[in-house]
């Protein structure tokens, strides 16, 4: 395959390069000018070529809550909005991805489901330390790429960590030499003011009052410094506070943040509600800009949807409070990243790259094979003509989950060619191409 007359986004640049790429089975094999041969030509003329995008925090809810996602919708999402690889986070399946054993029984499940490539977290709630802990660590360590750890929980069956097991997990994931992830929201203030709120009302801002700006700053803050007595491989979640994000600058800790925290505000949550509710809830206004600002500096790493739909009946129960906290988002990653990042001047080019897909592969290991366009690489390509418009419309999503904050936002750059390994898996024109089970299991590479 060649793909020819495109505008490709190499890596280091801040311009498309006019070059073709020729891609031999599932590898990237040459990138020039003119290139030629027997092989089948995808003419690029108008398009803009990128590299398939990596969204690093998804909900794919299989097995176990498969009424709201599983792993085969949701990849079709992915694939639709440019995204050829995932990671899965752990604990929204039936059973936790806690153990070794939960791991290889969730896996028989997903494997013939993918239609991207999928890596997988490992998860720590507080009860492992009844159950195991640090074997359930060490039993998970070579199959995933970081371990998923939460200071607030509303899962009885992923609870929350307190500071002194946080700093075990610390410990115990250094000596793994992998990430550890946290949802950051202190639990304290939150179990409080969500009492407090709840007396007040039932509408979006009470439910915002629960969980504000310093629930995030005062997490990342304890965990900053236990981070800082450990030494240990620290990356945040979904960040929607810009005073939370302005707090790694100077440690050494990473950090993502969601399209839906760059877009919307507490103002927006009144007005759409519970279709924007997530947590943590999006902030006031003036976080927005900060946080585009962090971004395009590079103290926020990289970009992750937090994928989590759920079913119409769990987002209309009457009350904040009930109504279930998740959006459907990596079909809207990339697109919103590039019509409302890299088109309206917000982050450069390369900067779009990073924070799309390279961000994330040299992050979770995964760098030596996604990540970029390379001779040598995965021929994970996404063909984009960023002259054409289109309206986002919940209805016509892959996903189980239609229900969308984006509804009606009109996005620049429209996706027409989703490619991965070198094989098309999705078409503007005739949709999703390969089966279930195209979409491979990846791992940390070594060295």
């Excluded at 070529?49 to 925090?57: F, S, T």
């Excluded at 936790?96 to 499940?109: A, D, F, Q, T, W």
């Excluded at 610390?170 to 304290?188: F, N, T």
């Excluded at 927006?268 to 809830?281: A, H, V, W, Y």
Aim: charged content about 25%; overall charge negative.
């Amino acid at each position: 395959m060649i793909i020819k007359n495109g505008r490709v986004a190499l890596p280091g640049e801040n311009d498309f390069q006019a070059v073709d790429i020729r891609v031999e089975g599932e590898i990237i094999a040459e990138i020039g000018s003119d290139l030629s041969g027997d092989d089948e030509v995808i003419d690029a003329e108008g398009l803009f070529v990128l590299p398939g995008g990596i969204d690093p925090h998804v909900h794919f809810d299989d097995p176990g809550f498969t009424d709201r996602e599983d792993f085969y919708h949701g990849s079709c999402h992915a694939a639709f909005g440019g995204i050829t690889t995932v990671i899965d986070m752990p604990c929204t399946s039936i059973p936790s991805v806690i153990n070794g054993r939960n791991l290889l029984e969730k896996l028989k499940i997903i494997e013939n489901k993918a239609v991207v490539d999928f890596g997988m977290f490992g998860g720590v709630p507080g009860s492992s330390f009844e159950e195991g802990f640090p074997a359930c660590m060490e039993e998970l360590s070579g199959h995933v790429l970081g371990f998923k750890t939460y200071f607030i929980s509303g899962m009885e069956s992923f609870t929350r960590v307190n500071h002194f097991q946080f700093k075990k997990v610390l410990e115990k994931a250094r000596e793994l030499v992998l990430p550890v992830l946290l949802h950051a929201e202190d639990y304290d203030y939150v179990s409080d003011a969500t009492v407090s709120s709840m007396k007040e009302g039932v509408s979006p801002i009470n439910y915002y009052r629960s969980r504000p700006e310093a629930a995030e700053v005062l997490a990342v803050l304890s965990a900053v410094e236990l981070v800082k007595e450990t030494g240990a491989n620290l990356h945040i979640v979904h960040i929607g506070t810009a005073r939370a994000g302005e707090l790694l600058r100077d440690n050494d800790v990473t950090g993502e943040t969601g399209p839906h925290y760059l877009e919307f505000d507490v103002r927006d949550f009144e007005r759409i509600g519970s279709p924007l509710k997530c947590t943590p809830p999006v902030k006031l206004p003036e976080n927005k800009e900060r946080l585009w600002k962090l971004l395009d500096e590079g103290v926020i790493s990289f970009v992750a949807s937090d994928h989590a739909p759920c079913t119409e009946d769990e987002k209309n129960t009457g009350s904040i409070w009930t109504e279930y906290s998740g959006i459907p988002g990596c079909g809207t990653l990339l697109p919103y990243m590039f019509s409302e990042g890299y088109m309206r001047g917000r982050i450069s080019l390369q900067r779009l790259v990073e924070v799309t897909s390279e961000g994330a592969a040299r992050r979770y290991g995964l760098f030596k094979r996604k990540g970029s366009i390379e001779a040598g690489k995965d021929a994970d390509l996404v063909l984009m003509d960023p002259v054409k418009s289109w309206i986002v419309k919940g209805k016509e999503f892959y996903s189980k989950g239609k229900i969308t904050p984006f509804e009606g936002m009109e996005l620049k750059g429209l996706i027409v060619k989703t490619i991965l390994r070198g094989k098309v898996i999705y078409t503007a024109e005739e949709g999703i191409k390969v089966e279930g089970g195209y979409g491979r299991l990846v791992k940390k590479e070594a060295g």
